[in-house]
T-cell receptor, first 112, second 110 residues
Framework: NAGVTQTPKFQVLKTGQSMTLQCAQDMNHEYMSWYRQDPGMGLRLIHYSVGAGITDQGEVPNGYNVSRSTTEDFPLRLLSAAPSQTSVYFCASSPQDNSPLHFGNGTRLTVT | RKEVEQDPGPFNVPEGATVAFNCTYS??????FFWYRQDCRKEPKLLMSVYSSGNEDGRFTAQLNRASQYISLLIRDSKLSDSATYLC???????????FGKGTRLHILP
């Protein structure tokens, strides 16, 4: 029972590099979302999706792209990494009906 | 008012004591609410759902006050293992966003 799987667990990037954070869930959840967590800032919503083919912006979307080509996968792309994107990133999913979120283990990203 | 607000704490509470904290929300149309627990450098995990009638799970009680737009979490007979950050979560029904409060840090002292 894998739940929500995030990869990688840790990543170091240089400024300007691009990368994709992977998120997959095997619970057939329609709703998926990405959060970043910084000290003193709590969890902030980056992007979310209510189903395959549908994405929308959260509170802090700048610098990030997402796509939802399948129900299972919701990758987060950093096109040109900046030091301000150093953070812990969490992917989460839930059924569509305001049910609780299930979280992945997180990705710790450092941009130098 | 911010969408979801919590007192950041920290709450320093002796073991065995009772502690309570609140979370206020701005969207009066929100129908469901949750409390999550987050340990240091770990992902948040669901602690309790909060429904209109409130609910209790062992030492934990969650209540909803719609008139004043806040939810509360009460922990009785606190244990050292209760030390964590407690996050309030409010789905924003109007646009499907799920917004977290910044969390309340709780330290249980031996």
């Amino acid at each position: 029972n894998a739940g929500v799987t995030q990869t990688p667990k840790f990543q170091v990037l240089k400024t300007g590099q691009s990368m994709t954070l992977q998120c997959a869930q095997d619970m057939n959840h329609e709703y998926m979302s990405w959060y970043r967590q910084d000290p003193g800032m709590g969890l902030r919503l980056i992007h979310y999706s209510v189903g395959a083919g549908i994405t929308d912006q959260g509170e802090v979307p700048n610098g990030y792209n997402v796509s939802r080509s399948t129900t299972e996968d919701f990758p987060l792309r950093l096109l040109s990494a900046a030091p301000s994107q150093t953070s812990v990133y969490f992917c989460a999913s839930s059924p569509q009906d305001n049910s609780p979120l299930h979280f992945g283990n997180g990705t710790r990203l450092t941009v130098t | 008012r911010k969408e979801v607000e919590q007192d950041p704490g920290p709450f320093n509470v002796p073991e065995g004591a009772t502690v309570a904290f609140n979370c206020t929300y701005s969207n009066s149309a929100s129908q469901s609410f949750f409390w999550y627990r987050q340990d240091c450098r770990k992902e948040p995990k669901l602690l309790m759902s909060v429904y209109s009638s409130g609910n209790e799970d062992g030492r934990f009680t969650a209540q909803l006050n719609r008139a004043s737009q806040y939810i509360s979490l009460l922990i009785r007979d606190s244990k050292l293992s209760d030390s964590a950050t407690y996050l309030c979560v409010v789905p924003m029904n109007r646009d499907d966003k799920i917004i977290f409060g910044k969390g309340t840090r709780l330290h249980i002292l031996p």
